[in-house]
């Protein structure tokens, strides 16, 4: 699978995502794009899925007809993250194209 990390999506949950290929937004050059033209951008690269930490993505981009999956972690902080890490990678794997999925994390 192809995975994009958005700006606030910790880098450490990259080693975890292995074998997938995890890119993140400074990397291709797309730190200053909105999340409309950052989503555009990634589609049309071929990512099968962003994974972000604005939890208002849903209210401000219209989300329907994407063809690549958002994932949303409802905590930016590693140390929570890496807690729960298992169960977010169980998440963002199950993912399928054009599907939207919050995960919550305590």
Same mark, same amino acid.
């Given at each position: 699978?192809?995975?994009?990390?958005?700006?606030?999506?910790?880098?450490?949950? &990259? &080693?975890?995502?292995?074998?997938? $290929?995890?890119?993140?937004?400074? $990397?291709?050059?797309?730190?200053?794009?909105?999340?409309? !033209?950052?989503? @555009?951008? @990634? $589609?049309?690269?071929?990512?099968?899925?962003?994974?972000t930490t604005d939890q208002n993505l849903k209210y401000?981009? !219209?989300?329907?007809?994407?063809?690549?999956?958002?994932?949303?972690?409802?905590?930016?902080?590693?140390? &929570?993250? &890496?807690?729960?890490?298992?169960?977010?990678?169980s998440e963002i794997e199950s993912i399928k194209r054009? $599907?939207?999925?919050?995960?919550?994390?305590d």
């Amino acid at each position: 699978m192809k995975l994009l990390f958005d700006q606030g999506t910790p880098m450490p949950l &990259r &080693r975890f995502l292995h074998p997938h $290929e995890v890119d993140t937004a400074g $990397e291709q050059g797309w730190s200053v794009l909105e999340n409309g !033209n950052l989503i @555009a951008a @990634a $589609e049309a690269a071929g990512y099968d899925a962003m994974i972000t930490t604005d939890q208002n993505l849903k209210y401000q981009q !219209n989300l329907k007809g994407k063809t690549m999956a958002i994932v949303v972690l409802k905590k930016a902080s590693w140390p &929570r993250i &890496r807690k729960a890490v298992d169960h977010v990678v169980s998440e963002i794997e199950s993912i399928k194209r054009g $599907e939207y999925k919050e995960i919550t994390i305590d």
